[in-house]
């Protein structure tokens, strides 16, 4: 079967996007390559292998029981670590935010909410939370109501498997 020009140059640019290596804004020796389908990105500099793509708003609970082994909820300073400190502003829904993540490498980081962590605060009377919008810590109850419910973004440490 002949296929007409634009559809060989359709089905080329498809192969290319499908495999196409990207890089993140991010100091170069930082993130490994990664495809644009990738489910996760890893930190060469922290040996940490993170998912790409954040969980919908989940409870406390429900956010340690969604990062199973070998996965888990990462630390304050770990989820500090993907903080941009050069916050930049992007175009959502026709609005402009603030967001403090790298885009590339972290497509679509909700900012209006901020990500659970397993840290908890000197009190220990709630859990640290990082904001990505702000790039700012905060905290939250773990009391199982929508109004304290936060992202999550799992965490595994590789430490020198990273590719």
């Not at 290319?16 to 990738?38: E, I």
């Not at 901020?114 to 810590?137: C, H, K, M, S, Y």
């Amino acid at each position: 079967m002949k296929r007409s020009p634009f559809v060989q140059c359709a089905s080329i640019a498809a192969v290319a996007l499908a495999t196409h290596v990207v890089t993140a804004a991010a100091p170069p020796a930082q993130y490994q390559r990664f495809g644009l389908t990738s489910t996760s990105i890893c930190d060469q500099e922290t040996g940490l292998r993170w998912q790409r793509t954040p969980s919908p708003l989940k409870s406390y609970t429900d956010a340690v029981t969604f990062c199973a082994a070998p996965q888990r909820l990462p630390t304050a300073k770990e989820l500090l670590t993907l903080v941009d400190e050069d916050r930049h502003r992007e175009q959502r829904g026709g609005v402009e935010v603030d967001v403090a993540i790298d885009g590339a490498a972290f497509p679509a980081t909700p900012t209006d909410r901020a990500f659970w962590t397993q840290t908890r605060n000197p009190g220990l009377t709630a859990i640290l939370t990082v904001d990505f919008g702000t790039g700012e810590t905060g905290t939250s109850t773990e009391e199982p109501k929508p109004d304290n419910d936060r992202y999550v973004r799992c965490v595994q440490f590789v430490g020198r498997a990273c590719p």
